[in-house]
């Protein structure tokens, strides 16, 4: 299928140059900075812009080891997923795109350092900023806009939108629109993970504006009573849609919430941080039960 299968009219074209640019990103970010360094897997040691910051447990170590491939990695990946939100974006005010569309932009290094930690045998299910964390996982750009503009070739068939995409076979439990409700969803998951026996984990994904949900808190309290591998990452860009953090946490100190659950304060905007902190949370959650991350 190309893009003019997505198109419905030929006099869309100038609209659709956005989606365009998405499409063919990947070729000018291919382009080698430097024939050494794109295959270079030189083990290198990069220490994390900020300290992570624990609660009732033992911080990760800052010093993160990556090597110059990954990190062209990294910045091909959150570029493309940059361009890609921003056509979503344009598509959606053309009103090519229906219902809702939430945007991951500034959020892409905490899809990208998470990928760089864990394996497709780990679940990751998220609220409805979904489209950069299903490209993450291994999804396509076709699938995306397909389902965007509510097309058969989207990864839910043109049915979900913006808020539902869904690929079990990549270990994505999809984007969810009801606020907070993925969350024990999410420790479902870790439930059938502990009960196979497939020392793998869940990453239950939620933003501030659903850190205040009762559903998130008696779903981490049966993880905790039962020793669940479930990792609650709270994506913090505080603003629960147009309610500003200050308006709706009394605490905003989101890696503390669990109380008697470990928790762990990431730079979101730092990859190798993300990446260190979710590998060290996947040990700690398949040896001793649950954590809370914040990014």
């Known amino acids: ?29 291919r382009r080698p900075i430097s024939s050494a360094a794109n295959g270079d897997s030189t083990t290198l040691t990069i220490e994390t812009s900020v300290p992570f910051t624990a609660h009732n ?19 091909r990946d959150m570029a493309l997923m940059r361009r890609m939100e921003i056509a979503a ?14 945007l991951y932009d500034g959020q892409e290094a905490v899809a990208v350092g998470m990928e760089a930690a864990i394996t497709k045998k780990d679940a990751i299910i998220t609220a409805y900023r979904d489209h950069c964390i299903f490209l993450g996982r291994g999804g396509t750009l076709l699938e995306v806009f ?22 079990k076979e990549f270990g994505f439990y999809g984007g969810h629109g009801i606020v907070g409700a993925q969350v024990p969803l999410g420790c479902g998951l870790a439930f059938a993970q502990k009960y196979s026996k497939d020392e793998a984990v869940s990453f239950a994904m939620y ?20 020793d669940l591998p479930a990792i609650l990452v709270c994506e913090n860009n505080h603003y629960g849609m147009g309610t500003a953090e200050w308006r709706a946490a009394k605490s905003p100190a989101y890696y503390k919430r669990g109380d008697y659950v470990p928790g762990l304060k990431v730079d979101g905007m730092d990859a ?24």
Not at 278 to 284: L, M
Request: charged share 20%; aromatic share 8%.
């Open 207 to 226: 933003g501030d504006g659903a850190a205040n949900q009762g559903q998130l808190f008696e779903a981490l309290n049966i993880s905790a009573l039962w």
């Open 1 to 29: 299928m190309t893009l003019s299968h997505i198109a419905t009219s030929p006099s869309r074209s100038n609209i659709l140059r956005p989606l365009t640019a998405a499409f063919s990103c990947t070729l000018p970010l």
């Open 272 to 295: 190798l941080a993300v990446k260190q902190a979710c590998k060290f949370a996947k040990e700690h959650a398949l040896k001793n039960g649950p954590i809370v991350s914040y990014c």
């Open 57 to 75: 447990i033992e911080e990760p170590s800052r010093s993160v080891e990556t090597t110059p491939k990954e990190l062209l990695t990294f910045f």
């Open 89 to 102: 974006d344009s598509l959606y005010k053309a009103k090519l795109i229906r219902g809702f569309c939430h």
């Open 146 to 167: 397909a389902e965007l503009m509510g097309r058969q070739a989207g990864c839910s068939r043109g049915k979900g939108g913006s808020m539902h995409f869904y690929k």
